[in-house]
């Protein structure tokens, strides 16, 4: 296996952080000053603590003052006292217990520690002893994690789940079933017209139903009802449609209905200039059947129904739509017909000043035809033209990312198209930010109707066997012409993602076969950065290696043949060089390769070579002085094929042993 560039010109220094790596490679390491015994090695010091597993949580979660009780079962103490905690809500800042404190449970108040309200809160623990802090229980690639959480009630009502309304002369009457309380009794609810405005019973009622005052009859009204209670307003409202009426009112009376002595002469047809010309106030003369002249007009969607991105599209996400009517008689009865595929939704309502539109029952997906059409007694006019309006309920999604590059190697400045594809048409604006398994985050902008895109820069470290998209998230949410906004994040999979469709390897090295230097941070001439030294073997090659000292980790798992990390792996390396930046002493990486009984010993050698050169190399790039150790070609086992040979490992020892063994080492 080729190793392709330099590690030491990509080196920052830093003070704090000093690490050897020793690529142990099929034989025993001891540290100097560690004794071998018995084919095991002793431990010169003790170490840190290990991972606290088991973990379980007793969370009252339903009010805002509630709290999490949490027990575990401790790890091993690594030789020396555990003396105390450290907890934390992220995983990434730790803060230890004031005054420390190993007693379970440990209890933690949401009001005390400030949690946010609605959203589940995680809690993660490290043990601490003499020698600094252990591992986090939650996050590492291998071993026993452990994770619980509790969602913070806000202590806030649910809106009601059930509303149905009856019409009174000026108001409704709402029965409604009851949301949960939140951990606090309702003792009232607040209703709005338009939803804006909240006002409060008065006297307080909680009880189903209740009476919405001061509404106008014969005009379609939405309520919109919210709980209440100790903590405050239900954070959504229920909404809930009636029209007011009059007793007797809309019907219009006997006496204006024309008798037949009235409406059936010849001279007492209105022509097209009498009915109902420009006075929809006044009923006018209704047309005698049958006649052309009609005041029906095509129907409209009303704004508040229409969702699309333009109002004259007559698209929507509503699928039950109020239609309004803008020509109308008052006093006739108005009926509006939706049909699709001999399928027919209609609504009815009697026209005055105030009342001009219905809404009609829930209508499938897809283009419907909608007409209006009045009548009066025995008077019914023609039907008015067709309106089409189309339903979709149906949020965007990604359904496949793609690239135009060719297959191949693609090194440091490479330049590289990202395309997502929308499984309908968009509105101008949307974008996306993928993850790549190299860990590069790119923004893809929409370009067209149906594609986003964005270029991905190859940058010095990069690396994939395989290019494609690991994740996604909404940058700005992307939303289709009828007003749904894109909800899913689901990442397509196959040959719908770039891994499935193409063969591209990025490399992570300059175009001239060396990696590029961080100007950020310049390396001194006189001083080595890169090391690499023969091991100090204390006998004769044993069936497996012996490692010496403490595990910073479960192991960097490649996959068979490859050296290169992924994304996965640079997180778990990210983790190591966050402790190291507390510690002195060095890192010992040691490399191990697939033993399958049909690669050389040469191409084992120099495949755990890369494997541990390779992690060596990115731990420098985030600061970490390294220094390589090696000898072999692989770890000796009887198994073939498990990940135990496939991994780099890496244990820690301390200055003391740091110091004898830097100074027996050479810059290469």
Not at 78 to 95: A, L, Q, R, W
Not at 317 to 325: C, G, L
Request: hydrophobic share 35%.
């Amino acid at each position: 296996m080729e190793h392709r560039g330099d590690i030491g010109n990509r080196v920052r220094k830093s003070p704090l952080r000093r690490v050897i790596a020793t690529i142990t490679l099929g034989v025993a390491l001891v540290a100097p000053g560690i004794p071998f015994i018995s084919g095991s090695v002793a431990s010169a010091v003790s170490s840190t603590p290990l991972r606290a597993t088991n973990f379980s949580m007793n969370c009252t979660e339903n009010n805002s003052t509630g709290q999490a009780s949490l027990t575990f079962t401790a790890g091993n103490n690594g030789g020396s006292e555990i003396t105390n905690y450290k907890y934390s809500f992220d995983n990434i800042t730790f803060t230890a217990f004031d005054p420390p404190t190993t007693t379970q449970p440990f209890v933690f108040d949401f009001a005390a520690y400030n949690r946010p309200l609605g959203v589940m809160t995680y809690i993660y623990l490290k043990a601490v002893n003499a020698n600094g802090d252990g591992e986090s229980n939650w996050g590492n690639l291998s071993g026993s994690n452990s994770q619980v959480g509790c969602t913070v009630g806000t202590g806030l009502p649910s809106r009601p789940t059930i509303a149905t309304a009856t019409a009174g002369d000026g108001s409704a009457s709402v029965a409604f079933t009851a949301g949960s309380n939140g951990g606090s009794a309702i003792t009232n609810y607040k209703y709005s017209i338009g939803g804006t405005t909240y006002i409060a019973l008065s006297p307080a009622s909680a009880t189903s139903p209740i009476t919405i005052p001061g509404l106008t009859n014969g005009v379609s009204t939405t309520i919109y009802l919210k709980a209440v209670n100790a903590n405050g307003d239900s954070p959504t409202a229920r909404t809930v449609t009636v029209t007011p009426v009059a007793p007797a009112t809309p019907v219009a009376p006997a006496t204006t209905v024309a008798p037949a002595t009235t409406v059936a002469p010849a001279t007492t047809v209105a022509p097209k200039t009498t009915v109902a010309p420009g006075t929809l106030d006044d009923p006018g003369t209704p047309d005698e059947p049958g006649t052309t002249s009609s005041p029906s007009t095509k129907p409209d969607l009303v704004s508040s129904s229409d969702s699309g991105i333009s109002d004259t599209d007559d698209i929507t996400f509503d699928n039950s739509p109020t239609i309004s009517v803008a020509n109308r008689i008052n006093g006739y009865t108005v009926k509006v017909i939706a049909v699709k595929d001999s399928k027919t939704m209609s609504c009815t309502f009697i026209a005055s000043p105030k009342k001009s539109s219905c809404t009609l029952g829930t209508l499938s997906d897809g283009v419907w035809s909608v007409r209006s059409q009045q009548s009066l007694g025995d008077v019914t006019l023609p039907k008015s033209t067709v309106l089409k309006i189309t339903i979709d309920t149906v949020d965007p999604t990604v359904i496949s990312f793609t690239t135009p590059v060719a297959n191949g190697e693609k090194k440091v400045g490479d330049e590289i198209k990202i395309v997502a594809t929308v499984g309908e048409n968009i509105v101008p604006g949307g974008s996306i930010t993928v993850t790549l398994d190299t860990g590069a985050d790119v923004v893809l902008t929409q370009t067209t109707a149906t594609k986003m895109e964005g270029i991905y820069v190859v940058k010095d470290g990069d690396s994939t066997d395989g290019l494609t998209v690991d994740s996604f998230v909404k940058t700005s949410v992307p939303t289709d012409i009828a007003g749904n906004a894109m909800t899913t994040t689901k990442l397509p999979k196959g040959k719908k993602n770039i891994g499935g469709l193409k063969d591209i390897v990025i490399s992570g090295e300059s175009k001239t076969g060396n990696n590029a230097a961080e100007p950020s941070a310049p390396v001194q001439d006189d001083e080595p950065t890169v090391l690499e030294c023969k091991t100090v073997a204390t006998e004769k090659k044993p069936t497996a290696p012996v490692l010496v000292g403490e595990k910073l980790s479960d192991g960097i798992i490649f996959d068979p043949a490859s050296p290169q990390l992924d994304s996965g792996d640079k997180k778990e390396l990210d983790r190591v060089a966050k402790v190291m930046a507390k510690r002195g002493g060095l890192v010992l990486v040691s490399g191990f390769a697939r033993k399958n009984g049909v690669d050389s010993a040469e191409f084992l050698k120099n495949l755990s070579l890369a494997r541990a050169r390779n992690v060596s190399k990115y731990l420098a790039a985030k600061g970490v002085r390294v220094s390589v150790r090696y000898e072999g070609y692989g770890a000796v086992t009887k198994e073939i094929g498990t990940s135990s040979q496939r991994k780099v490992d890496l244990r820690w020892i301390d200055d003391a042993a740091k110091i004898e063994s830097e100074q027996k080492c050479s810059a290469k």
